[in-house]
Every structure is written in C-alpha cells, then in structure tokens.
C-alpha cells in the first residue's frame, strides 16, 4: 500500500515531468501521426451528434437525445484534457507541466469521468422508462426532469473531481517530480508523495469504486429489465428496433467501464498493461462513442440522412 519517502521536506516540488507512453523513438512520428488523427476525429465525430441533435426537431425535445448529445460534449472536453498532453509527448516540447497544472488536469479528468459514469446511468434508467413503461414515459421522463438529472450528473461529477484532487494535493511533493504516465492521475501521483499514501490509496479505491460499481449495478439492473421486457414484445422487427436502441449504449458503457474498473480498483499496481488499458477508455472510447451511435442507432442515421437532403435541396434551390 501507501509508503513514505524519506526526502527532505525543504524541496518542494513546483512542476512536474510527464514522461507519457513509452514507445521507440523511430514510432514517434508515427504516434504523432495517429493520435492527432484521432484527436481530430474525436472532435469532429462528436460535433457531428452533438450538432445533430440539436439541429433535427425529431430528436432535441427527446430525453434520449438529449442525454447524448451531453455525453457528445463531455467526450470532446474529455479529449482535450487528455490527447493534446500525449501529442506533445511525441514532439520535442517540453514535457514539463506546472504542479497547478497538473492539478486541474486530475481535477477535470476526475470531474469529467464521473460525470460520464452518472450520465451512462442516466441513459440506462432512460431506456428503461422508455421500454417497460411505455405509457408512463412521457411523464416519468419529461424535458425538466431530464435537464434536473443531467445537472445533478454534473455537480456530482464536480464533487468527485474536487475530493480526489484535494485529497492527492494536499500531500508534501518533495522528491523525483518525474511522473511515470501520460497524464496526471492518482496513482502515477501518490508514488511522487513524500508522505504515507494509505489513506489516499483507501479512499480512491471506495471513492471511486462506490461509483462505478453503483453505477454499473443500477445499469444492469436497468437492462434485466429492459430484456424482459423486450422479450415480451411480440414482433420481430419491435425486438430488433429495441435491441438495436439499448446495443447501442450497452456496447458503450461495456468499452467504458471494464477498463476504469482494470485501473482503479487495483491499488498500487505497476502493470504495464494499465497505460494501454487507460489510453483506450481516455482516447479510444470518446471516437468509438459517435461511431457506435451512428451505425447502430437508426434513428440518429435517418436525423443526419434528413440534414443532408434539406442541405441539398437548400443547394439546388440556390
């Protein structure tokens, strides 16, 4: 567990050195190459929902709808929290990053994440309105009380995000200041403390496990539901469409939460795997999001089809 650095407390740690992914200097090209494509993608795919949803009538007044279209933004602030810092690792920059820098990088890292975790929970509960009690729905789950929900994820995530960043800075950083990671995360931060980490290690493992697997709990209870209820639908083409909605998100949070649950939930691990596994729920996830709702979500397909004919036929009329 948490251990205690022997170093004069007269060094005090001001900035800190993000020493990112290793790789071979001959890929560093390549990795440049490959994250800025996907930082751009993130960013474009993104829009693309989130401009969507709001531009087709058919889908903004729909709590569904709505829902992600904040999921759409909160990948694409995600992303620039995160990417730009492993891009420049790749280029001769300085990889150094203030120390207050680096504590908003956790802070919103933090903020961000638990916020999505609430908001899959969110769509989860949605989905489950909107198939086990159909006629109920409109009244369950109406624009104000979806606006009250979605606020709520976002003050909640800001809590989150305000313990675990008091919680790692309040700590003496007097020694190595070289930070073993991509980013500025608890447990690449703790190893730098000059001080016993075990509470910190105790809290981040309940804090954070308290959300994900009360999150995750509520989602599968959610979607027990939702498959009866699915089964119980007598048409095919009905079983498909229904299957098809909650695939969508299904696929979503499975490629979001295992990996968050891989890294967190083992405290004090050095694995070498945990950079990779945390480069996929950080980068890889937020593209695959707009690429998951596209294809397998019909309705936001037939959205972005309706945008594109009325901009041609603005065009021909022009």
Not at 24 to 44: A, G, S
Not at 53 to 67: E, F, Q, S
């Amino acid at each position: 567990m948490g251990k205690t650095r022997n170093t004069s407390l007269d060094t005090v740690v001001t900035e800190f050195i993000l020493l990112g992914l290793s790789h071979p200097p001959r890929l560093r090209t390549l990795l440049f190459l490959v994250f800025f494509i996907i930082y751009i993608l993130t960013q474009l795919g993104n829009l693309l929902i989130l401009l969507t949803v709001w531009a087709d009538p058919k889908l903004h007044t729909r709590p569904m709808y709505i829902l992600l279209g904040v999921l759409s933004f909160l990948d694409m602030w995600l992303s620039s929290v995160i990417v730009p810092r492993i891009i420049l690792n790749f280029t001769p920059a300085s990889k150094r990053i203030p120390f207050g820098g680096c504590a908003a990088q956790l802070y919103f890292f933090h903020f961000l994440g638990s916020t999505q975790c609430f908001l899959y929970t969110l769509m989860a509960y949605d989905r489950y309105l909107a198939i086990c009690q159909p006629l109920r729905y409109p009244t369950l789950m109406n624009g104000r009380l979806c606006t009250i929900l979605v606020a709520g994820a976002w003050v909640a995530g800001s809590i989150h995000g305000s313990i675990q960043a008091t919680l790692t800075f309040r700590l003496p950083y007097c020694g190595p200041n070289q930070v073993d990671y991509f980013i500025c995360d608890i447990p690449a931060i703790l190893r730098l403390a000059c001080a016993d980490t075990t509470i910190n290690e105790l809290v981040t493992f309940v804090d954070i496990g308290v959300v994900a697997a009360s999150c995750f709990t509520l989602i599968l209870l959610s979607y027990a539901n939702i498959v009866h209820a699915i089964l119980q639908i007598r048409t095919a083409d009905g079983r498909r469409r229904a299957f098809s909605t909650c695939g969508s998100h299904l696929t979503v949070v499975t490629v979001y939460y295992v990996p968050c649950i891989f890294i967190y939930l083992r405290a004090g691990s050095r694995s070498p795997l945990d950079g990779a596994v945390a480069v996929f729920y950080t980068v890889v996830t937020p593209l695959l999001n707009p690429l998951i709702y596209t294809l397998r979500n019909q309705e936001v397909k037939s959205a972005l089809k309706r945008i594109a004919a009325g901009r041609g036929a603005g065009s021909e009329d022009k």
